[in-house]
């Protein structure tokens, strides 16, 4: 009964490689995340979905698609992999209403490595 | 100058001692503050947020803010080794945009 959760939790690929990233919640939250957390664990927002729409869309390759078929599930696939790409990736989910919007939970992670 | 800076440390506190954390912020505009806390390998977990001027104590631990000098702190009262962490600032700023710090690495030594 995880709240927020993704798969895979680890993830190894060649470059040049696709791959995909699944989160799923179950809190009813209106609002879902990704986020990259590089090797010095700084963590930078990438898409933010709000009831399916996407609202926020930092300055991102556009080898990075997000995908969300309903509000309780944002993907992320990843075109041409590069080494660059290696990092955690997190996605999370908050309320729709309120200060409550900005209380972030995350997804335990998905550790992608690119050789 | 970064948007939300924090000191990357290490910390290194001893037990039962108090530990400080700072971070601040570049935009005067912003609202909400946030502290989370990151254990090795693991998802970040919200563990304070204040919005106010001044204090907010949870347990052990307790926020600070002045929004004035744009700054904002987290104070870990009687430092347990499980308090050992990375805790990480975050602000959402005047546009709503939430932006975290690089994160502070706190090590509590028995």
């Known amino acids: 009964d995880t709240a927020v959760s993704q798969t895979p939790k680890y993830l190894v690929t060649q470059m040049g490689n696709d791959k995909s990233i699944k989160c799923e919640q179950n809190?009813?939250?209106?609002?879902m995340y990704w986020y990259k957390q590089d090797s010095k664990k700084f963590l930078k927002i990438m898409f933010s979905?709000?009831?399916?729409?996407?609202?926020i869309n930092e300055t991102v390759p556009n080898r990075f698609s997000p995908k969300s078929p309903d509000k309780a599930h944002l993907n992320l696939h990843i075109n041409s992999l590069e080494l660059g790409d290696s990092a955690v990736y997190f996605c999370?989910?908050?309320?729709?209403?309120?200060?409550?919007?900005?209380?972030?939970?995350f997804g335990s992670g998905t550790q992608l490595s690119v050789l | 100058q970064k948007e939300v800076e924090q000191n990357s440390g290490p910390l290194s506190v001893p037990e039962g001692a108090i530990a400080s954390l700072n971070c601040t912020y570049s935009d005067r505009g912003s609202q909400s503050f946030f502290w989370y806390r990151q254990y090795s390998g693991k998802s970040p977990e919200l563990i304070m947020f204040i919005y106010s001027n001044g204090d907010k104590e949870d347990g052990r631990f307790t926020a600070q803010l002045n929004k004035a000098s744009q700054y904002v702190s987290l104070l870990i009262r009687d430092s347990q080794p499980s308090d050992s962490a990375t805790y990480l600032c975050?602000?959402?700023?005047?546009?709503?945009?939430?932006?975290f710090g690089q994160g502070t690495i706190l090590t509590v030594h028995p």
């Open positions: 979905y709000n009831n399916k729409e996407l609202i």
């Open positions: 999370a989910s908050t309320p729709g209403q309120g200060r409550a919007r900005e209380k972030l939970f």
């Open positions: 809190l009813g939250h209106d609002t």
């Open positions: 975050a602000v959402t700023g005047s546009y709503g945009k939430l932006t």
